[in-house]
């Protein structure tokens, strides 16, 4: 450990800042394509500014169950251009303030077996922070 955890740093401190978004009304390909290739594992949806759903790579697993069931890969990528995120997307986003504690986010997100939590000042998101934000503050501190 390079120094001590402290038990005051917040959730601002810690967070990826400017999140990618997608809108409502993109599609599971889209989706698919993004988080692959940034290596994004959640991603806020985002209608007129505000966080209306977030999507996980969990979500896409589940929604990936069409290839599975026997289409090849070209069938596979023509459904998920017709598959729109709002179909599929958490509507009940749990979110937190950038200046509640790293500690309470934690909680949260233990508490509600989510992955990661959105950042909102007011109406506005400002970042996220995930499970893997939090280990590596402890893995760092």
């Keep these: 450990m390079t120094g001590d955890l402290r038990v005051d740093v917040i959730v601002r401190d810690i967070m ?3 999140p990618a978004t997608l809108a409502r009304n993109d599609t599971l390909d889209i989706a698919d394509d993004v988080m692959s290739l940034g290596r994004i594992r959640h991603m ?7 966080v209306v759903g977030i999507i996980s ?7 990936a169950l069409v290839k599975a069931l026997g289409y090849g890969s070209k069938t596979y990528k023509v459904l998920t251009k017709t598959i729109k995120l709002k179909e599929i997307m958490t509507v009940n ?3 937190i303030s950038p200046d509640a504690t790293v500690k ?5 997100m233990m508490e509600k077996k989510i992955g990661c939590l959105p950042v909102l ?16 503050y402890v893995v760092e501190h």
């Excluded at 806020?44 to 505000?50: H, Q, R, T």
């Excluded at 790579?57 to 929604?63: E, I, P, T």
């Design 93 to 95: 986003v749990i979110t």
């Design 104 to 108: 309470e986010a934690a909680r949260v």
């Design 44 to 50: 806020p949806i985002v209608d007129e500014g505000s």
């Design 57 to 63: 790579q969990r979500d896409l697993f589940r929604s």
């Design 16 to 18: 990826a800042r400017n």
């Design 121 to 136: 000042e007011g109406e506005n998101l400002v970042g996220i922070v995930t499970e893997t934000d939090i280990l590596r």
